[in-house]
């Protein structure tokens, strides 16, 4: 749990710094500065981070860029929660035929390049926030939907289930008000491995200039823009590269942590 | 198994017709046509263009065109580069893109397993911890920011080696792309080299072949490493889905002209039957390499055939 204690509480301090900096700084994130292009972090003005090629504060426009990733990790978590869930329970309480189907499904879906799938995705349609939510979120359920198959798989079995089932609860009622509940831990754990895929592939479609739009920022945006004047300028690049590694490599080592900590628990 | 090879082999195409008929689909729906212009051209030429690209036909019979030329290896005309095919634009770049592709997935099973097993070995002890915290490092950091990073260091602040990639044949243009193509891979590789050999030396055939008197190195080579390495073989499908997404990144900053970087120009452009294109043969590559890897699996373990 120690593990869990530390990259939560670094992951929580990122937040609160994401939400709060902006009110902190005098600057904002829009106003251009032809005086100041690339300037180096510093305290005067409050530069923090110094400023990109515009000449717009880079703490403010970090912190922003950070607010849009993590927002878009919790919405398309959220996404493949919901999917996933209702696939992997329906599944896995039908059994059978209809799971076998289901499954079978599932692995030709994991056969595909989602993320080709998502990019023309970005290329045919307007680039919008919610597409981007919505694309990531759908591509990323299939690893929730068989582990929540597994786990009411043994889960129907049980005797408070064929309780419920024998007072004539109907199906669908079991699955959502006496199953789901108990999905709730492995559910945590592997959310929290879900989250850094969809930040993944946020800023991996912001690098590629196809996520999120100027003047808004993700981590992935700044660092692409960073790119360009890496040799100028290498705070650019560096101070959101490494801030998107320490909050994917958080979600990660936590995912973790959490996952031997439930298969502990589940070994006794 | 000439049985289950052909069972894979017919199970394989429903799953390619899905991934075309999808990526044709979305390519169809756009609103808009991919000639609009910001000038509004007489009804007579755009019924022109339209007809010559077959865009007035119904959305059947295109898809049937698209596929019987798929069958002959066409993938239709480009919409910006008017004077080439698309086949002709990824047959063209498509040689970079294999090279550094082959050279990154041998390096990264090379390292991968070696330092999986050296670690699985030491389970335990610092070493492991310290091999198993940097893979977990290598599969958190996005290959995008990798590869700047490296730059930074190896090409501009060092100058040891070429930042971009240079017209002139060298080794040294390849050493940077294929690392940072190979670095999550061989992260992912090493954790589970290093998980599966765990168990695998748990187990009783290895016990006794020590009871003998074999050395660990023995142990390791002649009877844990194949059985270790099957849970590798069957990441290999992934590691090749995960090797041609990184080549966009990479392709895109090393400036290399490859099929990743045709994809990212065609997406900006909206070059919409290159992407397409692309997104249909780097598909077929994924699920065929799935299949190859289905295959090879049956072909070690017998077990898998019969289930």
Known sequence: MKTVKVTG?????IAVAAIAGPWLSPNDYVTTNFNAILSNPSIDGARWFGTDDLGRDLFVRTMLGIRVTLAVAIVASIVSLVIGVTYGAIAGYVGGRVDAVMMRFVDTLYALPFI?????????????????????????????????RGQTLSLREREFVEAA??????TARIVFRHIAPNLIGIVVVYITLTIPQAILFESF???????????????GTLVDAGVGHMERASWTLLIPASLLAVILLCFNFMGDGLRDYFDARHGQ | MLRYTLLRILGAIPTLLLVIALAFLMVHAAPGGP????????PEVEANIAAKYHLDEPLPKQFARYLGGLLQGDLGPSYRYRDRTVSELIGSAFPNSLRIGALAILFALLVGISSGTYAALRQGTLTDRFVMGLSMTGISIPVFVIAPV??????????WLPAGWTSTESVSRYVLPVITLALPQIA???RLTRASMIDVLGRDFVRTARAQGLGTLRVVRVHALKPALLPVLSYMGPAIAGIITGSVVVEEIFGISGVGQQFVRGALNRDYTLVL??????????????????????????RVRYR
């Open chain 1, 165 to 170: 089932r024998l007072t004539g609860v109907s």
């Open chain 1, 9 to 13: 509480s670094i992951l929580l301090a």
């Open chain 1, 116 to 148: 080709f799938f998502v990019i023309l995705l970005m290329v045919v349609f307007e680039r919008n926030f919610l597409l981007i939510f919505v694309a990531i979120g759908a591509i990323n359920w299939l690893d929730m939907a068989r582990i929540v």
């Open chain 1, 205 to 219: 479609l912001s690098f590629l200039g196809l996520g999120v739009q100027e003047p808004q920022t993700s981590l």
């Open chain 2, 35 to 42: 000639f609009d212009a910001e000038r509004r051209l007489p």
């Open chain 2, 188 to 190: 992912y590789i090493a």
């Open chain 2, 277 to 302: 294109g692309v997104v249909v043969f780097y598909a077929t590559l994924i699920v065929a390499f799935n299949l190859i890897v289905d295959i090879l699996y049956a072909v070690i373990d017998p």
């Open chain 2, 150 to 159: 490296l730059v930074l260091l190896f090409a501009v602040k060092l100058q």
